[in-house]
Nanobody
Framework: QVQLVESGGGLVQSGGSLRLSCEVS????????IGWFRQAPGKEYREGVS?????????DYAEPVLGRFTTSTDNAKNTVYLQMDDLKPDDTAIYYC???????????????????WGQGTQVTVSS
């Protein structure tokens, strides 16, 4: 059973930066894609933010965060990061990391395609 634990959330002013971490246990980053998702206040769905496959260093980003967010991995620590720069109030949400076993590239921002989820970490951006 793969377990994921997020950390690094907090309160930051608009234009600031945060780095989220997702520590993965019970599974290898060599066999699992990792996605970051977020759920904004009052929204019922989780929006896909980024995706990474560590074996190829391939990444993908949702349009709202393109150019501002960067995801990366440290395989030695079995940890995935989400560097968030130039944060905006609209980025306020609970951020989750999720894992899915390697499969062909499709629906990387669809939460239903992921098998394991962390508990989430709150990010609040003040204006």
């Amino acid at each position: 059973q793969v377990q994921l634990v997020e950390s690094g959330g907090g309160l930051v002013q608009s234009g600031g930066s945060l780095r989220l971490s997702c520590e993965v246990s019970g599974g290898s980053l060599d066999r699992h894609d990792i996605g970051w998702f977020r759920q904004a206040p009052g929204k019922e769905y989780r929006e896909g933010v980024s995706w990474i496959r560590s074996s190829s260093s391939r990444t993908d980003y949702a349009e709202p965060v393109l150019g501002r967010f960067t995801t990366s991995t440290d395989n030695a620590k079995n940890t995935v990061y989400l560097q968030m720069d130039d944060l905006k109030p609209d980025d306020t949400a609970i951020y989750y990391c999720a894992a899915r076993r390697y499969r062909p590239y499709y629906d990387v921002f669809n939460g239903e395609e992921y098998d394991f989820w962390g508990q989430g970490t709150q990010v609040t951006v003040s204006s």
